[in-house]
């Protein structure tokens, strides 16, 4: 599967899909690019898409902790979406559960936690 980054926006949030890898040859890259959209929205909430996530890493991991941080600090919040069992287990490994949830959908998200549409 060929690696790549996509984002898209919702109201005051931002999805990130990423597709195929996410480690520390990506990193760097990804990161870029999502400041990039974070300069230009200022999202409070952020959604990981891993549906089409192949491999996850400690370095990918500093890459979503490091945007939780950001978006920690505008009182905003981060969440899972797409996990499939392999990368279900590597964040429950690394502990990013005590930090985000999973969620079924970007829809359960925005209904869940009621952010205003």
């Known amino acids: 599967m060929e690696n ?8 005051e949030g931002i999805v990130i899909k990423i597709s195929g890898d996410l480690d520390s ?9 999502i400041h990039e959209h974070m300069r230009q929205i200022g999202p409070r909430y952020i959604i ?6 192949t491999f996850l890493d400690s370095a990918g991991i500093g890459l979503i902790l490091g945007r939780y941080n950001e ?19 590597v964040i429950a490994i ?3 559960f005590s ?5 079924a959908s970007l829809k359960a ?7 205003e549409q």
């Open 4 to 11: 790549k980054i996509k984002i898209t926006s919702f109201d």
């Open 25 to 33: 040859s990506k990193t760097f890259l990804y990161k870029e690019k």
């Open 109 to 115: 998200f925005i209904k869940e936690e009621k952010i």
């Open 99 to 103: 930090l985000m949830k999973e969620y």
């Open 94 to 96: 690394s502990g990013l």
């Open 48 to 53: 990981w898409d891993f549906k089409d996530l």
């Open 71 to 89: 978006v920690e600090r505008v009182n905003g919040m981060m969440g899972l979406i797409g996990l499939n069992t392999y990368s279900r287990k």
